[in-house]
C-alpha cells in the first residue's frame, strides 16, 4: 500500500519563508500526480490552496505556490503570517480512480 | 457557486449501517466525480471513495467490502453507506466534488460529524 508522506510539523517565523513537502513511500512525485494542497484551520473544513501542482485555486494569495523539488511535491509559504498557522494536507492521484491524502503537517508560525 | 450539504444522522450504533446522504446545489452533476473523505477526531484525511456521474465508483481499498456510493441525478444527491460500523469509523464525514481532468478536489461540504457508539 502507498503511503503519502508529509512533515508532521514545522515551525516558521512571521514573515518568513517555509517548504513542505509531499512524497512517497516508494517513488518519487511527479506531475503525474497532479497533486493538490489544502489548508485547515481546526473546527474548520479544508480550504483548496493548489492544484495540478502549481496551480492556485481561486482566491489563494501569491504567497502560496506549489512546485516539484527533487523526488517530492512542495508547498511554499513566503512571508508567513499568523493566520498561516494551520494544517496542511496533500492529496495525490494515484491513477486508476484513487486518491490518497498524506498525513497532515502542523505549521506553527512563532 | 457550487455548494455542498452533508446530511444524516450524527449518531450510529456498531455493527449498524452509516448512511449520508450529499445535496449538490449551484452546478451540474455531469463531468465530475462525486467523493466522499473523512476525518477522525485528530487524525488526518482520509479518502473514501466517488461515484463518476456515469455511475461508475471506485473505492479506497481499506474500506472496499463495507462501502456503497451511489448516485441520484434527478435530485442532484449522492449518498454513502458503510456497513458494520466500529468506533473507528466516527469521524467527520465531507462529501466533495473531484475533476475529471485535473483530479482536484475543488468544492468541500461543511462536513457533518458521526459518532459511532451504543
Known amino acids: 500500500q502507498t503511503v503519502v508522506t508529509q512533515e508532521p510539523s514545522f515551525s516558521v517565523s512571521p514573515g518568513g519563508t517555509v517548504t513542505l513537502t509531499c512524497g512517497l513511500s516508494?517513488?518519487?512525485?511527479?506531475?503525474?500526480?497532479?497533486t493538490s494542497w489544502y489548508q485547515q484551520t481546526p473546527g474548520q473544513g479544508p480550504r483548496p490552496l493548489i492544484y495540478?501542482?502549481?496551480i492556485r485555486s481561486s482566491g489563494v494569495p501569491d504567497r502560496f505556490s506549489g512546485s516539484i523539488v527533487g523526488n517530492k511535491a512542495a508547498l511554499t509559504i513566503t512571508g508567513a503570517r499568523a493566520d498561516d498557522e494551520s494544517d496542511y494536507y496533500c492529496?495525490?492521484?494515484?491513477?486508476?480512480?484513487?486518491?490518497?491524502f498524506g498525513g497532515g503537517t502542523k505549521v506553527t508560525v512563532l | 457557486q457550487v455548494q455542498l450539504q452533508e446530511s444524516g444522522p450524527g449518531l450510529v450504533k456498531p455493527s449498524e449501517t452509516l448512511s449520508l446522504t450529499c445535496s449538490v446545489s449551484?452546478?451540474?452533476?455531469?463531468?465530475?466525480?462525486w467523493t466522499w473523505i473523512r476525518q477522525p477526531p485528530g487524525k488526518g484525511l482520509e479518502w473514501i471513495g466517488y461515484?463518476?456521474?456515469?455511475?461508475?465508483?471506485n473505492y479506497n481499498s481499506s474500506l472496499k467490502s463495507r462501502v456503497t456510493i451511489s448516485l441520484d441525478t434527478p435530485k442532484s444527491q449522492f449518498s454513502l453507506r458503510l456497513s458494520s460500523v466500529i468506533a473507528a469509523d466516527t469521524a467527520v464525514y465531507y462529501c466533495?466534488?473531484?475533476?475529471?481532468?485535473?483530479?482536484?478536489?475543488?468544492?468541500w461540504g461543511l462536513g457533518t460529524r458521526v459518532i459511532v457508539s451504543s
Open positions: 461515484i463518476y456521474y456515469s455511475g461508475s465508483t
Open positions: 492529496v495525490l492521484y494515484m491513477g486508476s480512480g484513487l486518491w490518497v
Open positions: 516508494s517513488g518519487s512525485v511527479s506531475t503525474n500526480y497532479y
Open positions: 449551484g452546478g451540474s452533476i455531469k463531468g465530475y466525480y
Open positions: 466533495a466534488r473531484a475533476h475529471y481532468n485535473n483530479y482536484a478536489i475543488d468544492y
Open positions: 495540478s501542482t502549481s
